[in-house]
């Protein structure tokens, strides 16, 4: 099957410093990808559309300007959390789709202190 | 609007016993669905997808699905639950003309009693 990426697995940072998070399908090219948030014992919480080669799409409540999104090419989405305070902390996921199939990435932990 | 039930977000069953983890959904034409499984810290894994095929879906792990159209139910089952299977699973729905939007349920962590 089809396989995304996402890299790092974990990260530890400061309040106030900026992250970014890669995904990348390494077998197929998408021209979305999706980024979701979770929090523990909840389920995933649908943030934004990336599209690559124009804006991403954000949901209702998830700030832009704080989740900055590039889809750099077909194979890559970058999710930045910017100024990042320890509210941000969780659990990350993207996925991109393949057919009527989507493929999740392994997820990125993130700790703010 | 879509959305998806998941009944019971904690399920606890005996080791070797059937495992029945509930889902419904809400769309006025029959929407793709799955479900996927959780381990912790990890992405979620496809168990098994209803494409509008057979209403009757086999996945891994022994795992299948019924579609139920009358009902709006794609519950996921299982014979004999294995410790292996404590989990956290999710259906999720996704719509046709949605351009592979996926909804998912609230999620159903599996406890497998020893």
Redesign the interface.
Known sequence: GAVVSQHPSRVICKSGTSVKIECRSLDFQATTMFWYRQFPKQSLMLMATSNEGSKATYEQGVEKDKFLINHASLTLSTLTVTSAHPEDSSFYICSAPLGREQFFGPGTRLTVL | AQSVTQLGSHVSVSEGALVLLRCNYSSSVPP?L?W?VQYP??????LL?Y?SAATLVKGINGFEAEFKKSETSFHLTKPSAHMSDAAEY?C?V?PPNT????Y????T?LTVIP
């Open positions: 793709y799955f996927y810290n990890q992405g979620l894994q496809l997808k494409t999710f999720a996704s351009g592979n939007q996926f998912f349920g609230t999620g962590s």
